[in-house]
């Protein structure tokens, strides 16, 4: 059973520009959520989302947004990147929300 | 306002010798809570979880204790091997619904080291 793909694994971006990354859930999985991993701060819950809609949105600017579709893959988008946007972006899947989860390896983002 | 908290950043353990994670929480509200291992660039690992209707919670090398009157819970790694050197999350959930739970909140970890 293939695990929890995320695309791509590593990013470089500019201030000011946009970027999307990408999750495909485990096969099944109808639950997925974002999460930023910065030094010092833990995880940091984005946004959940499950059957395409979003459910549950953490404490994050207008300027991260994100989407699934019908498929269950996830995209999430963030514009007007700032440096402080620098961090790993993790993906979790789970079959029923807030039970076990199964994290991808994450992209890392910088932005110079 | 952290739901979560892990209040020690670091733990340096012997081989052979047991660690203990601690995590507190806030919200009384949590029914469900895990912990997740993670080393350098991977993503978390699922390692074990509790429901609140238990105390204790055994798999292997890995036992999970919670005591909900004091909001904390403590995993357990006996005997700790030096594999086990890495950062330990708690998370927890609520109950939003019958068969519905809420998004997993994580602590901020607590990196373990694990010396030969």
């Known amino acids: 059973k293939a695990g929890v793909t995320q695309t791509p694994r590593y990013l470089i971006k500019t201030r000011g520009q946009q970027v999307t990354l990408s999750c495909s859930p485990i096969?099944?999985?109808?639950?997925v959520s974002w999460y930023q991993q910065t030094p010092g701060q833990g995880l940091q819950f984005l946004f959940e989302y499950f059957s395409e809609t979003q459910r549950n949105k953490g404490n994050f600017p207008g300027r991260f947004s994100g989407r699934q579709f019908s498929n269950s893959r996830s995209e999430m988008n963030v514009s007007t990147l700032e440096l402080g946007d620098s961090a790993l972006y993790l993906c979790a899947s789970s079959y029923n929300r807030g039970t076990e989860a199964f994290f991808g390896q994450g992209t890392r983002l910088t932005v110079v | 306002d952290q739901q979560v908290k892990q209040n020690s950043p670091s733990l340096s353990v012997q081989e052979g010798r047991i660690s203990i994670l601690n995590c507190d929480y806030t919200n009384s509200m949590f029914d469900y809570f895990l912990w997740y291992k993670k080393y350098p660039a991977e993503g978390p690992t699922f390692l074990i979880s509790i429901s609140s209707i238990k105390d204790k919670n055994e798999d292997g090398r890995f036992t999970v204790f919670l005591n909900k009157s004091a909001k904390h819970l403590s995993l357990h790694i006996v005997p700790s091997q030096p594999g086990d050197s890495a950062v330990y999350f708690c998370?927890?959930?609520?109950?939003?619904?019958?068969?519905?739970?809420?998004?997993?909140?994580f602590g901020k970890g607590t990196k373990l080291s694990v010396k030969p």
């Open positions: 096969s099944g999985h109808r639950s």
């Open positions: 998370a927890a959930s609520v109950e939003l619904s019958v068969g519905s739970q809420g998004n997993l909140i």
